[in-house]
């Protein structure tokens, strides 16, 4: 798996850049001033309790949140603001539109849309967002459903089909859509034990054959530490530590850090 | 006790003065077309009643505060008004102003606007239980405002807000009764006709009572609810 290394943009900056970036509801800050810097192909395990903000880097880098402060750059551009004279203001929803298109995301819910078997989830945004004709997108999800092992269930509702099932037509969905970076929300938090394998392998073989720089939020340890190129540990907000995954797994120099691994290998 | 001293006088009516027979194949013509008028302006409103509460019901859920309070106001209006007093008001008073309806426009004008106004909060609950990661799954797949609205949540809205709005219908077309306040050529006034004339009120007033009845729980529930299992289908649950 080491035919790969991350690289960054000719011009040498990150795929995805946060800036100084702070997100807080009312008195709570969730994320503190983060900075975090993610190069070409890079695959990122996000780790950390429960309200550390991991999810929130995620859901801020989709545009489902705003921030309040500092910027988040994808390709070299600021994603949340738009350039205005010599500074920034706050991008225009085309705007938001137009740098959206780079960034794909898989929900821990998965999100399918049930009014829509799974071809048809795979094909609604290709048609309707990216112009593409039936011909074309329907190809395109063929492919897809077909590498996620999902060809055979294609006209199936997603009410027909399991917790796995459905988060692989979600991963084929967010594929669809040909992004440069996609982010994976605890993508296997929510199924039985025995399907959570056919969603990792999927992710496996993403990971080794695609050209894709993934950012994955995820409690799956042992999976964490296979797959990724570096792992962050998120504590209050910020990143309290981060490495490669053998060096954090094994030799964690921050005691929250510590706390955490001995805490969650302890329960596994 | 209260039912047999409701029947009795109805009873006796259909023993003493002329068979119930003899009444219906006089007046079922009649009573028929009443019926189909009624079938008519029920059938118009509730087809108005659907597209405002489809605007109105969006409309409330709008970032723009003037659009919002437009459809606020409107809402506020007729569902806190008598629906009677607001089919007076569009028959008697809008002449006056310069704007004549016909009867019939009137009373579907009336009653579209009226149950619009319920109809709408019913739509605006609907798109709000859509759940949430719906919302998200459009806007991470890139789509437009628009598009999310239109591909992705009002058609799950249709599920979710079709057994309240079957009841609405049901209420809309028992209250198509009052149409016939503003001359309209209905069951009721039909019925009303029919009664003035013949005195035979208990024979009118029940028949008028099993048309209705068996309009709304033969012809427009059984569509209502094939409506609703033609929706589930397509969400995939039946």
């Known amino acids: ?31 503190d001033k983060l900075n975090l810097d993610i190069a070409q192909n890079e695959m990122v395990s996000i780790i950390g309790p429960s309200g550390s903000g991991k999810t929130t880097v995620l859901r801020v880098l989709m545009t489902l949140e705003t921030i309040n402060d500092g910027v988040i750059y994808v390709d070299g551009e600021p994603l949340t603001h738009m350039p205005s004279g010599a500074g920034l203001e706050v991008a225009s929803e085309s705007y938001l539109r137009q740098r959206r298109s780079k960034i794909g995301m898989v929900f821990q819910q998965f ?6 078997t799974a071809l048809q989830n795979c094909i609604e945004a290709p048609m309707q967002v990216l112009g593409l004709s039936r011909d074309e997108a329907e190809e395109r999800a063929l492919d897809l459903l077909q590498m996620v092992g999902m060809d055979s269930k294609k006209d199936q509702h997603p009410t027909r089909l399991s917790g796995g099932q459905q988060q692989r037509v979600a991963i084929a969905r967010a594929l669809a859509m040909r992004p440069q970076v996609m982010l994976l929300d605890e993508v296997t938090s929510a199924l039985d034990p025995e399907v959570i394998g056919e969603v990792l392998n999927v992710i496996r073989s993403l990971n080794s054959e695609h050209n894709l720089t993934m950012i994955m939020v995820t409690h799956q340890m042992g999976f964490a530490r296979e797959i990724s190129d570096r792992v962050c540990f998120f504590y209050e907000g910020k990143i309290a530590e981060q490495g490669s995954p053998e060096k954090l797994f094994e030799d964690p120099q921050n005691e929250r850090t510590k706390q955490f691994l001995h805490a969650v290998l302890d329960a596994n | 006790m209260a039912l047999r001293s409701c029947l009795i006088p109805f009873l006796q009516q259909l023993g003493d003065d002329v068979s ?59 569902r806190g008004t008598s629906l009677l007093v607001q089919l007076y008001w569009i028959y008697y008073v809008l002449p006056l102003m310069g704007l004549t309806l016909s009867p019939f426009m009137s ?35 890139n789509m437009s405002p628009a598009q999310r609205m239109r591909r992705i949540i009002v058609p799950q809205t249709f599920t979710l807000i079709l057994p309240p709005m079957a009841n609405l219908t049901v209420e809309l077309l028992k209250a198509t009764a009052l149409v016939a306040l503003i001359t309209v050529v209905d069951l009721m006034f039909v019925a009303k006709q029919i009664n003035a004339t013949t005195w035979l009120s208990a024979q009118v007033f029940g028949t008028a009572l099993i048309i209705y009845y068996i309009m ?4 427009l529930i059984p569509f209502l609810r094939w409506l609703e299992v033609l929706a589930a289908r397509k969400v995939g649950k039946a």
């Open chain 2, 20 to 78: 119930y027979w003899g009444f219906f194949v006089e007046y079922a013509p009649k009573m028929a077309s009443g019926a189909m008028t009624t079938a008519m302006v029920m059938g118009c409103s509730a087809l108005l009643a659907a597209v405002i509460s489809l605007i109105f019901g969006l409309m409330r859920l709008s970032q723009n505060w003037g659009v919002q309070a437009a459809a606020t106001v409107y809402i506020e209006f007729f």
């Open chain 1, 1 to 31: 798996m080491d035919t790969r290394h991350p690289q960054s943009l000719p011009d040498g900056s990150p795929l995805v850049r946060f800036a100084d970036v702070t997100k807080s509801y009312g008195d709570l800050t969730v994320l």
């Open chain 2, 107 to 141: 009373g579907v004008l009336a009653l579209g606007l009226n149950f619009g106004a319920y109809g709408a909060e019913i739509v605006r609950g609907g798109v709000q239980s859509v759940p949430r990661g719906q919302w998200e799954a459009a806007l991470a797949l």
């Open chain 2, 216 to 219: 709304a729980r033969f012809a």
């Open chain 1, 111 to 116: 999100n399918l849309f049930p009014h829509m």
